[in-house]
């Protein structure tokens, strides 16, 4: 694959494997199947659970699976795409924007028929009814989110050490909250993040690739829009809106520059924010770290305040 973007260095990862997120997006998903299965045979559930809603809950938790397999779909078809052209464009944005919205919309439809039908946005300090504009706001943080997870793979380990802390973090509220079925979809994605961390990590032997990518992006939303607590993955996910945040600062301020002197100018070397860190002369392996513990203090942070 041609390596055209990105820091000039990168382009001795030309070669590398691709389309990596396959493997623990398959892990994942069946690692919670079998996992549920064995929770519901050990009768780890009372019959005063499951009249309470545990089947129901299991159903959304295979409709978020679903949801983000989807989305590991159309970065597939992206990484192939680019894989048969031999070079870095795949689906257009249009193209990407359009799968992703249906997608969206599907499943929010498919939540809602499954009784999902809140449309309170609860912020902890504030919390307010947005009756007809919630779906489509929903959609919006959707498609901004699955995003920003997406744009955060730059850096070998990087979207996969992040997601881990955050998913880790999942589990945990998940099991405060004693939504068990949610946390075995949680702990199964922080595993699968885990195991492909063995090949992702700097030198990585393995990319992720769009496929990779979009579909945490998707398992981060999903288990999100679950929990019903908006607040905090911005907060946890701190590092994603930092990324993409920092690619609309570059472009906007580059275009208004432009059409106000003639000239161009960037804020940062180079968007998203860790190849600016790149370009400072910051190895890869410590803007994970600094990343990562980012991120873990936040999650620590957004915990505490439960």
């Known amino acids: 694959i041609k390596m055209d973007f990105g820091p000039k260095w990168h382009a001795k990862k030309q070669g590398t494997p691709t389309m990596g997120g396959i493997l623990f997006i398959v892990s994942s998903i069946l690692a919670a199947a079998v996992g549920y299965v064995l929770y519901r045979v050990t009768g ?17 938790v295979a ?15 992206d990484d192939f795409i ?20 249906v997608i969206a919309i599907a499943w929010l439809a498919v939540m809602y028929a499954l009784g999902d039908k809140s449309t309170v946005i609860d912020l902890a ?4 009814d947005a009756h007809f504009v919630y779906y489509p706001l929903m959609v919006l943080v959707i498609l901004y989110m699955t995003n920003a997870v997406n744009l955060t793979d730059g850096v070998d380990g990087l979207c996969g050490t992040v997601t881990l802390v955050v998913m880790l973090l999942m589990t945990l509220i998940c099991n405060m909250l004693q ?17 492909f961390l063995v090949w992702n990590l700097h030198p990585a032997k393995c990319f992720m690739g769009d496929t990779g990518s979009l579909a945490l992006g998707g398992f981060v939303v999903a288990t999100a829009y679950m929990l019903q607590m908006p607040l905090y993955i911005l907060i946890v996910g701190l590092i994603y809106l930092a990324e993409v945040i920092s ?15 003639g000239v161009g100018k960037r804020i940062f070397r180079m968007a998203p924010l860790h190849h600016h860190f790149e370009l400072c002369g910051w ?12 991120t873990a203090v936040m999650c620590i942070a957004a915990l505490l305040g439960i």
């Open 283 to 294: 190895e890869e392996t410590r803007i994970v770290a600094l990343f990562t513990i980012i």
């Open 247 to 261: 690619v609309m600062v570059q472009v906007t301020y580059f275009k208004y520059t432009k059409k106000k002197t």
């Open 82 to 101: 680019k894989v048969a052209k031999k070079h870095n464009e795949g689906l257009t944005p249009k193209q990407k924007l359009a799968l992703q919205i």
């Open 125 to 128: 300090f504030v919390q307010f």
């Open 179 to 195: 939504m068990y079925p949610y946390s075995l979809f949680t702990m199964a994605v922080a595993g699968g993040c885990l195991g």
């Open 63 to 77: 409709a978020c699976m679903v949801f983000s397999l989807l989305f590991g779909v159309i970065g597939f078809v």
């Open 44 to 60: 780890a559930e009372d019959a005063a659970t499951v009249l309470n809603g545990s089947d129901k809950m299991a159903l959304q």
